[in-house]
């Protein structure tokens, strides 16, 4: 089933869209379930995200990541790593190995608390003009986006994803990719 994502003609606040939560777990990471999400949507070809993880105190290896094809087998996709530490990366992967580290600008670090604790997170905006150089296309309504979203520590094995990965595959992998469906807002 495809997690759908709206496509908007307009900025949207993410706090409006619906979250996609991370309840997959490989293995049981040495801090335990931490309560993870991504909210994202498709603005003029731009995908904006917002990733959350409520842990006020995370390790220096811990991170969060989402990647994102618009290739229909994945075998080429982007992937925003990104720490609590400010250390983020977007790499293009190709056949699960990454080839090439891309610029990422403009990501906004946020720390906070509300009902459900205290959290750290990260927003930001892969670009169309990325997407054309990359795929040779844009997010639009009606495209189905390969991809998944991941928390993991780089010390270690365990991790967790929004959507179900094999035990044998690493982070990040195209095979446990599920799918985002932009529609019309």
Known sequence: MSFLIT????????????ALKLTYFNGEPSRGFVYSYLR????????????TVFDSCPP??????LALSLDEDARRFLFV????????????YEN???????????LQHTRGGDEQGLYWGVQGELSA???????????KTGCLMPGNVYLYDE??????????????CGVPSCGGFGSFFAVPY
Do not use: H, K, M, W
Not at 7 to 18: A, C, F, K, Q, R
Not at 81 to 92: E, F, G, I, V
Not at 96 to 106: F, I, K
């Open 7 to 18: 496509d908007s003609p307009t900025p949207l606040l993410p706090e409006t869209l619906p």
């Open 96 to 106: 699960d190995v990454p080839t090439r580290q891309l610029a990422l600008t403009g």
């Open 155 to 168: 010390a270690e094995a365990a991790f967790g994803s929004a959507f179900p990965v094999n035990g044998a």
């Open 129 to 139: 003009e990325l997407f054309q150089d990359i795929f040779g296309c844009i997010p």
């Open 60 to 65: 220096d290896t811990a991170r969060i990541g």
């Open 40 to 51: 994202c949507y498709v603005c003029r070809g731009s995908v904006f995200f917002s990733l």
């Open 81 to 92: 790593s990104c720490s609590d530490r400010q250390d983020d990366r977007l790499l293009l």
